[in-house]
Structures are given as structure tokens and as C-alpha cells.
């Protein structure tokens, strides 16, 4: 079998007219959001409902990047419905829609946004249509891209997903913690390392294997080897791998909340790289958005508890769907 053959390629590639696109209409007061949108609706409807729901969303630019779409009579009619419904959320939000005009497909169409949205304002929180949030959900973000930003010797970026490891209550509090595990659902990107990540290679693949197996498998877990050799084989398309990659080679934490603050819907089936599961599901989404960040610290037992998670024989395929 032939594999492809990959120098350090640049996970950072903006566009003029990304770039263009959300200079005209961000203001400046927190990071952009930007959305990588195919032809889900049902999925977009719900992530522009919860945040919608979130403190202070009159401050913050939303940009939802839509991948060009052959599009069918069908699929036409659900075009022109979802504009007319899109009309009542740009009345509350500010919400901008960017048309692709030719198909770039999941992984160029949200790495485009994001390296675009980092030129523009340095940091960007990017979210996939899938995805719900809780109230609290901008605010962790937007302050923990600050955090990011004043300790990027220490910290690669923000994640807003936890793993079911513990039921929350409302009698609990959400707290910053740093932890090791990277999960693409709801994450905050600062432009110092976003420049800097490159996907992967063969000769990664065996300076990973060779050097830092034990570190892999005690800090993220057994199951992300898949998708590492599938990355560096150059027949899986996934972001976490170039973020996991960076991190392992600087010795970098990230942010997470000790609850999670998303719920990922795309384990319906629809979502790429995702099989039907319920694994992940989180009963409760937190409504706090007041956080203490003067003191954010490891957790020990979190890190511990999420890559027994992982651990649990759950394998992610590693060939990208069709």
C-alpha cells in the first residue's frame, strides 16, 4: 500500500476573503466565534439557539463558514427556509453568513475560518454545527483565550468539552482546570501556537512512537493512536492530531472546564470521524458563567479520570467518511 508522503505541512492557511469577510463585521469586543456549517440545519438551529442563550451574547461576532453544497431541489428548499428562520436570529445576535463558492470540504473550510479569524484578531473560538452550549459557555472561552494568551508558555488554547467522568449538579461549581487531552468540540485558538501547528508525518509517527509512547498513553490514552497513524499515514483528516502533535513536542496544558459546557449531537451518525454513540453524552449543561481563574491548576484526578475514559475500548476510526 501506498502512503502519502508529507513534509511539516502548516495547519494555518487564511484566506484574502475569510480574512476580508470578518474584518468588515467583527467590533472588537470579544473573539470572533466561527462555525463550520455544511448542510445540517437541524444541528446549526440548535447551536445558534443555546448560544443565543449565552451572558453578554450582544458582544460577541459570530461568522457560520458554509461549505459549497451540490445542491438538490431538496436540498435548495432547506437553503431558502434556513435563510428566511436565520432572518429572526440576526434581529438578537450579531450573526454573519459566509457562502463557499466551491466545496473545500470539513477539514480546509474550518482551518481556513479559524487561520482567517487569527489574523483578524489574534484568537477565535471555533465551534462545528453539531454542537450545543450552556449559557456559560462564551464567557469560559472568551476568558480562557485570556489566560491562554498571558501563559502561552504554558498553555496551548481552550477547550469547552469535559467527558462525562462526573454527574454535575447545580449544587456544583465549574471550575478552570489544566489537563493534557485535546477534544475539537468547542475550542479556543490563540495565533502564537495556531501558526506553529503542523500535521504530522511518518518520521512524526516514529519520533512519537520511539520517544514518547508512555507520555501518549498516560496523558491522552490508548485510543488516540488510531488517529495518530492515520494522520501521519495521510488517510485521516483530523485537527486534535496537529494540536496533540504541538503539544506533546512544547510540554503545553490546555484550559477545560471541570464540567463540561458543550454536548456534541454529531454521534448520530452524521458527524465525519464519528460513529453512533452515546459515550459522550453530558446530562446537564452548567448555566454558571462566573469563574475563578486566579488560581487554575492540574487536576490530578480529572486528568486520571478522563484517560480511564478513554481507555474504555473505544476505537475512532481512522479513515475519514465519505
Given amino acids: 500500500m501506498m502512503h502519502k508522503k508529507r513534509g511539516p ?7 484574502a476573503w475569510s480574512k476580508e469577510f ?39 461576532d459570530i461568522f457560520v463558514f458554509q461549505d459549497a453544497h451540490s445542491y438538490s431541489a431538496h436540498g435548495q428548499n432547506h437553503q431558502r427556509i434556513f435563510f428566511d428562520e436565520i432572518k429572526n436570529y440576526k434581529k438578537n445576535i450579531s450573526l454573519h453568513i459566509s457562502l463557499r463558492e466551491r466545496n473545500l470540504g470539513l477539514l480546509l473550510n474550518s482551518t481556513e475560518m479559524i487561520s482567517s479569524a487569527i489574523e483578524v484578531a489574534d484568537s477565535c473560538i471555533f465551534l462545528e454545527d453539531d454542537l450545543e452550549v450552556s449559557s456559560g459557555f462564551l464567557e469560559f472561552m472568551s476568558e480562557g483565550i485570556e489566560y491562554a494568551l498571558e501563559n502561552y508558555t504554558d498553555v496551548v488554547g481552550v477547550n469547552g468539552y469535559m467527558p462525562p467522568i462526573q454527574k454535575f449538579s447545580p449544587a456544583k461549581e465549574v471550575t478552570p482546570v489544566l489537563t493534557k487531552r485535546w477534544h475539537g468540540w468547542g475550542v479556543g485558538h490563540i495565533g502564537h501556537h495556531w501558526r506553529r501547528f503542523t500535521w504530522p508525518n511518518l ?7 520511539d520517544n514518547y509512547a508512555s507520555e501518549i498513553n498516560e496523558e491522552l490514552g490508548l485510543d488516540v493512536w488510531n488517529m495518530i497513524r492515520g494522520v501521519c499515514f ?46 459522550f453524552d453530558i446530562d446537564n449543561l452548567p448555566a454558571q458563567f462566573k469563574f475563578n481563574w486566579d488560581k ?14 478513554r481507555n474504555k475500548g473505544f476505537d475512532l476510526p481512522a479513515v475519514n467518511k465519505q
Avoid at 203 to 209: F, S
Wanted: contains cysteine; charged residues 20%; aromatic residues 12%.
Fill in 9 to 15: 505541512q502548516h495547519i494555518n492557511v487564511p484566506s
Fill in 22 to 60: 470578518i474584518s468588515k463585521n467583527y467590533r472588537g469586543y470579544r473573539p470572533p466565534v466561527v462555525i463550520s456549517f455544511y448542510d445540517r440545519y437541524d444541528h446549526l438551529y440548535r447551536l445558534l439557539q443555546s448560544l443565543k442563550s449565552c451572558h453578554e451574547i450582544e458582544l460577541y
Fill in 203 to 209: 518520521q512524526d509517527y516514529k519520533l512519537l512512537t
Fill in 234 to 279: 495521510g488517510v485521516l483528516d483530523a485537527g486534535d492530531v496537529a494540536v496533540w502533535f504541538y503539544s506533546i513536542m512544547n510540554n503545553l496544558d490546555l484550559v477545560s472546564p471541570s464540567f463540561s459546557l458543550v454536548r456534541n449531537h454529531g454521534f448520530d451518525g452524521s458527524g465525519m470521524h464519528c460513529v453512533e454513540t452515546d459515550r
Fill in 296 to 309: 487554575v491548576n492540574k487536576s490530578p484526578k480529572i486528568q486520571k479520570n478522563c484517560v480511564e475514559f
